[in-house]
């Protein structure tokens, strides 16, 4: 769980930053796309989920049904989440992939 956390506190520190490199003109936005790459489907991805929780949320108690939004994306997660990870994960660490 705390992995999910980390890796949604980093989109939006990295949604941030990136909304300020393009709101001052610093970079063209294909440098800002380069440098955070599938960043618009992780914050969809994350938007989706939450609406979803919620949705579940406002449900009587006998009818909520939690684990089926974690199975229902679990494939989509593993492509959304764990790339965008990879990416940062091999761009601070200067292309190398480690295994575990």
Same mark, same amino acid.
């Given at each position: 769980m705390?992995?999910v @956390?980390?890796?949604?506190?980093t989109?939006l520190?990295?949604q941030?930053?990136s909304?300020?490199l393009?709101?001052t003109?610093a970079m063209?936005?294909?440098? @800002?796309?380069?440098l955070?790459?599938?960043l618009?489907?992780?914050?969809?991805?994350?938007r989706k989920?939450?609406?979803?929780?919620?949705?579940?949320?406002?449900?009587p108690w006998?009818e909520?049904?939690w684990g089926?939004?974690?199975?229902?994306?679990?494939?989509?997660y @593993?492509h959304?989440?764990?790339?965008h !990870?990879l990416?940062s994960?091999?761009? !601070? !660490?200067?292309g190398a992939i480690r295994?575990l």
């Amino acid at each position: 769980m705390n992995d999910v @956390i980390s890796v949604a506190n980093t989109a939006l520190v990295t949604q941030r930053y990136s909304a300020a490199l393009a709101n001052t003109n610093a970079m063209t936005q294909d440098t @800002i796309h380069l440098l955070f790459p599938g960043l618009k489907k992780l914050l969809n991805f994350q938007r989706k989920f939450l609406i979803r929780l919620e949705e579940t949320a406002e449900l009587p108690w006998a009818e909520q049904r939690w684990g089926k939004h974690f199975l229902d994306t679990v494939r989509l997660y @593993i492509h959304v989440v764990l790339l965008h !990870s990879l990416n940062s994960y091999t761009r !601070s !660490s200067g292309g190398a992939i480690r295994c575990l």
